[in-house]
């Protein structure tokens, strides 16, 4: 998701996944997934079937896993920040892990264009030997919202046809 601040100084874009659930309706997903498996467990147990049971655990704790991990990729943010002089990018997960300050007139971004149509182009910023991925979590529509936008506060962006090896 693109969201872009107009301000004095510049502008502020958010940058972050898409976010199907909240925490709480993945805890109530996975709620009623333990109450289909309580069921089903226990009719199992009452006809013998007693060794259903530490699967039936395993499951939903890999489920849980899976869930509390997916959640936590889906909290990720990236800052923008352009100003006449700047680009501060900033990234993390629920706080700043990661921060560049880079001149703008000496900074390129290159928009990778993706070997598949079903997969977003990639975009980078480049300052001198220094190649930080931006945004690389957007979909196909949000990449092309924030190519917009960036063209729109007057930044080149070069394209680059992505690099084919033997095994694509």
């Not at 659930?21 to 996975?30: A, E, P, R």
């Not at 704790?61 to 700047?86: D, F």
């Not at 900033?90 to 000496?106: D, H, I, T």
């Amino acid at each position: 998701m693109v969201q872009h601040y107009r301000g004095v100084n510049g502008s502020r874009l958010l940058l972050t996944p898409n976010r199907s659930l909240s925490w709480q309706g993945n805890v109530c997903i996975w709620l009623a997934l333990c109450a289909v498996s309580a069921v089903i467990v226990t009719g199992m147990f009452l006809l013998g079937a007693w060794v259903v049971l530490p699967f039936a655990g395993l499951e939903l704790l890999a489920v849980a896993a899976g869930l509390y991990k997916t959640a936590r990729k889906c909290r990720r943010l990236e800052v923008l920040r352009i100003s006449p002089e700047n680009l501060l990018l900033e990234k993390g997960v629920n706080r700043k892990e990661a921060e560049w300050n880079l001149p703008r007139r000496a900074t390129r971004i290159y928009l990778v264009s993706s070997r598949h149509p079903w997969s977003p182009p990639k975009l980078f910023l480049m300052y001198r030997e220094t190649e930080i991925s931006l945004a690389s979590f957007l979909n196909i529509e949000d990449t092309r919202i924030l190519i917009s936008i960036l063209e729109s506060q007057g930044i080149l962006i070069e394209r680059r046809q992505p690099i084919v090896g033997f095994w694509f």
